[in-house]
């Protein structure tokens, strides 16, 4: 949650992309995330940093770990179909 409140807090005083991941030795990818995840959000860059609250961070976490849902394709439907019970076979 550190590393994330410090990327928000660099991002939102409108530090550069690249200046960020070096000063916090982080991916520029994992960077770019916590940005959207803050847009998402509500935050601004320029914002006053007082914005960047527990729950403002942890909404920007569940954002950025959040695993989206999709569907199963054919394979699975197919394993699902030979699956037999431990112990009937």
Request: proline share 3%; aromatic share 4%.
């Amino acid at each position: 949650m550190t590393e994330v409140k410090e990327v928000l807090r660099l991002w939102v005083g409108g530090t550069g992309k690249k200046r960020i991941a070096a000063q916090l030795g982080i991916d520029g990818e994992d960077r770019a995330r916590y940005a959207r995840a803050a847009l998402e959000v509500g935050l601004r860059q320029g914002e006053m940093v007082p914005a960047l609250t527990d729950d403002v961070v942890a909404a920007v976490l569940q954002r950025v770990r959040a695993v989206p849902a999709r569907e199963h394709g054919e394979a699975w439907a197919r394993c699902e179909q030979a699956r037999t019970p431990i112990g009937s076979g």
